[in-house]
Antibody
Framework: QLQLQESGPGLVKPSETLSLTCTVS??????????WGWIRQPPGKGLEWIGS???????YYNPSLKSRVTISVDTSKNQFSLKLSSVTAADTAVYYC??????????????WGQGTMVTVSS | EIVMTQSPATLSVSPGERATLSCRAS??????LAWYQQKPGQAPRLLIY???TRATGIPARFSGSGSGTEFTLTISSLQSEDFAVYYC???????????FGPGTKVDIK
């Protein structure tokens, strides 16, 4: 059973770059069955899709964040990563890595990490 | 960009009663619509995909309907564990860009 686990700093300074990693276990990140993504949730608010990446390396981003986001895959470590630049307090959120099993559930996110809280503060 | 709206923002329901949640898309998403349940401190859980197909392990009291721009999630008889926030998500685009609705909180009446 595929599992995802986020890791990274819980505190980032304003104007710096937020960097998170998601480790995939129980399956291969090189599988064509998945569309690895990042979703965030500010405290007390709703869900916002940040972006996703295919095993091929093709990436798609939320237009509202596109200029600041980079998602990449490291097949040697079975991980994918998020970088969000020039952060402000508005980027404070729980960050989830998630993926649909495209074969089974189309593009609905059926696999989620537990989430990691990132606070932007000096 | 496709904008998703949900109503009501909060729904107060007694245990055993039926709950009906609505989701609307700003343009047609065909049947490319998912529903999620989220409890405090937990990641969202997929309930429904393809507008009406229950995900693995989801009880039959959860049902989804609709297509195009109007969708409904129905919980036929609310159990104590169903009090949570429910989100809809569209995945109609190509390239695959996704948007979530703002959520409906189902609380105890």
């Amino acid at each position: 059973q595929l599992q995802l686990q986020e890791s990274g700093p819980g505190l980032v300074k304003p104007s710096e770059t937020l960097s998170l990693t998601c480790t995939v276990s129980g399956g291969s990140i090189s599988s064509s069955s998945y569309y690895w993504g990042w979703i965030r949730q500010p405290p007390g608010k709703g869900l916002e899709w940040i972006g996703s990446i295919y095993y091929s390396g093709s990436t798609y981003y939320n237009p509202s964040l596109k200029s600041r986001v980079t998602i990449s895959v490291d097949t040697s470590k079975n991980q994918f990563s998020l970088k969000l630049s020039s952060v402000t307090a508005a980027d404070t959120a729980v960050y989830y890595c998630a993926s649909p099993n495209i074969v089974l559930v189309e593009y609905a996110f059926d696999i989620w990490g537990q989430g990691t809280m990132v606070t932007v503060s000096s | 960009e496709i904008v998703m709206t949900q109503s009501p923002a909060t729904l107060s329901v007694s245990p055993g009663e039926r709950a009906t949640l609505s989701c609307r898309a700003s343009q047609s998403v065909s049947s490319n619509l998912a529903w999620y349940q989220q409890k405090p401190g937990q990641a969202p859980r997929l309930l429904i995909y393809g507008a009406s197909t229950r995900a693995t392990g989801i009880p039959a009291r959860f049902s989804g309907s609709g297509s195009g721009t109007e969708f409904t999630l129905t919980i036929s008889s609310l159990q104590s564990e169903d009090f949570a926030v429910y989100y809809c998500q569209q995945y109609n685009n190509w390239p695959p860009l996704f948007t979530f609705g703002p959520g409906t909180k189902v609380d105890i009446k």
